[in-house]
């Protein structure tokens, strides 16, 4: 299984990015998969998901400014970003579990996820 990420920048306070995840072998639509967030110095941080049956769930500090959707013809998760904030800046990183038919629980993080992409970086200057 392979994640390729895609679609980092640097951009203003305010503006827009879409990120792109694309994977390859497997059945894409069997798979949830999420978004995770990281800065120097800290641990990788959720900021959203998508089940296999397209539930969503974002964290609180995102939630109304991200949306994260899932084209299972395209084996490509994406996460539009809006209303960027310096805070949202780090690197992003898409992820899968290991499971087919399974969604991690928030509350596991990083650790519900086996399968990483490299990252993409995001800055958002003030």
């Known amino acids: 299984v392979q994640l390729q990420a895609s679609g980092g920048g640097l951009v203003q306070a305010g503006d827009s990015l879409r990120l792109s995840c694309v994977a390859s072998?497997?059945?894409?639509?069997?798979?949830?998969m999420a978004w995770f967030r990281q800065v120097p110095g800290e641990e990788r941080k959720f900021v959203a998901s998508?089940?296999?049956?397209?539930?969503?769930e974002y964290a609180d500090s995102v939630n109304g400014r991200f949306t994260i959707s899932k084209d299972n013809a395209k084996a490509t998760v994406y996460l539009q970003m809006d209303s960027l904030r310096p805070e949202d800046t780090g690197v992003y990183y898409c992820?899968?579990?290991?499971?087919?038919?399974?969604?991690?629980?928030?509350?596991?993080?990083?650790?519900?996820?086996?399968?990483w992409g490299q990252g993409t970086l995001v800055t958002v200057s003030s």
């Open positions: 072998g497997r059945t894409f639509s069997s798979y949830s």
């Open positions: 992820a899968s579990p290991l499971k087919a038919w399974y969604e991690p629980p928030e509350r596991l993080g990083r650790d519900g996820y086996g399968y």
């Open positions: 998508i089940s296999w049956l397209l539930r969503t």
